[in-house]
């Protein structure tokens, strides 16, 4: 299998030295398991008594960010730094965190697996049967065509896939959405993905890969360029992509590398509105 091409032979070293210790946390183990649905349901039941609190006409805005893979710290700093950037334009975002790192003794984050992203949608799908919701979605990670790796203590776990995501969204088929997957050949999600609720943005077509993603790199060059200097939520999703992307294709080919060519896809009802209004949870005019 041909993976996205990245420098992350530092995170592979990091976590063989913790596996040979016996020291990496995965769900194989009893009490990590544990640990990590416990952090899931605080963080589940943080944003119902938040729900509890509000008026049930009152539009809530939800943010799901996933890490997926443990082998770079690279991915939970886009899912941290896309929170930054939410939570600088609206306060009341309400958060869900999923990160596999490589912890020898006690989890920051509940794993970010098939398993606990079916529990995360579950509830945005119950909560949005008696309540207005807007999502965000991020997930980072190494991926290949219509894969988003998931890595824990470097050993890979169910993939998540098109169909998982296909399958998650459409129990909110009412919910305005933005999903942004940063991985190599995340462009491959697009068409099984689309739907007339659903912004998709991808850090590359779908045969490309997308790069940045070494352990010791801030973000990967897609959320990095995103939601660095040039950002601008007073601005509409393919404006901002489309700086973006110009940026990209200037750092790929000073680097000598293949154009990544990062997709988007916006329904028209979206096309005119600005990013705030949207993690504001207003309706598009």
């Not at 190494?142 to 399958?167: C, E, M, Q, T």
């Not at 739907?195 to 998709?200: A, D, L, T």
């Not at 995103?226 to 940026?247: C, I, R, S």
């Amino acid at each position: 299998m041909t993976w996205c091409v990245c420098r992350w032979s530092m995170g592979i070293l990091f976590s063989g030295i913790l596996l040979l210790s016996g020291c990496a946390l995965t769900p194989k183990d009893p009490q990590a398991l544990l640990q990590s649905d416990e952090l899931l349901s605080r963080q589940l039941d943080t944003i119902d008594a938040y729900l509890n609190k509000t008026s049930p006409q009152q539009r809530t805005v939800i943010y799901v960010g996933s890490a997926q893979n443990s082998q770079s710290l690279v991915f939970q700093r886009d899912v941290l730094l896309l929170k930054q950037r939410l939570l600088e334009i609206n306060p009341n975002l309400q958060t869900i965190l999923l990160s596999n790192q490589l912890e020898s003794s006690q989890l920051n984050y509940p794993f970010a697996t098939q398993s606990s992203l079916d529990m995360v949608f579950k509830r945005i799908g119950d909560w949005s049967q008696k309540r207005p919701i807007h999502l965000v979605t991020l997930i980072s990670t190494h991926g290949n065509v219509d894969l988003l790796s998931v890595n824990i203590g470097n050993a890979y776990w169910p993939a998540v896939r098109s169909v998982n995501i296909k399958k998650w969204l459409d129990v909110i088929p009412h919910v305005p959405s933005a999903l942004i997957l940063s991985a190599c050949y995340s462009g491959s999600f697009v068409p099984p993905l689309q739907g007339p609720q659903r912004i998709i943005m991808t850090a590359a077509a779908h045969n490309r890969n997308s790069f940045g993603c070494a352990y010791h790199d801030k973000n990967t060059y897609f959320m990095g360029n995103l939601l660095g200097e040039g950002w601008n939520p007073d601005q509409t999703w393919q404006e901002n992509h489309q700086q973006m992307a110009q940026k990209i294709m200037a750092l790929e080919q000073k680097n000598g590398l293949l154009a990544s060519s990062p997709q988007i896809d916006v329904p028209e009802k979206f096309s005119s509105q600005k990013i705030k209004d949207f993690v504001n949870g207003r309706r598009p005019e």
